[in-house]
């Protein structure tokens, strides 16, 4: 596709030199090419935010979710050995 398309605008680029209407064409066609390549690339999108901006999203929730994790695990730990040592402490 993306061939078809440089291959269409070379031949407009031609044409130019019959008629400059032709030029304004193949700009058009170049624009839009430009534009839509941008579009797709992971750059700006029409919403204005970027996929570096979802990623950041995502990367500062998992850090959350992280450090809660550890944070929750570290306090069901102690709690767990308390249960364990009752437990222990019941059947001898």
Do not use: C, K
């Amino acid at each position: 596709m993306f061939v078809l398309l440089l291959i269409l605008i070379v031949l407009l680029l031609g044409f130019g030199f019959l008629h400059p209407l032709w030029w304004v064409a193949s700009a058009v066609l170049v624009y839009a090419a430009a534009r839509h390549g941008r579009d797709r690339g992971g750059g700006q999108g029409h919403d204005g935010g970027t996929d570096l901006g979802e990623y950041r999203g995502y990367r500062e929730r998992r850090e959350r979710e992280e450090r809660w994790d550890r944070r929750y695990s570290r306090q069901n730990r102690a709690r767990w050995r308390r249960e364990d040592r009752r437990d222990r402490e019941h059947r001898e």
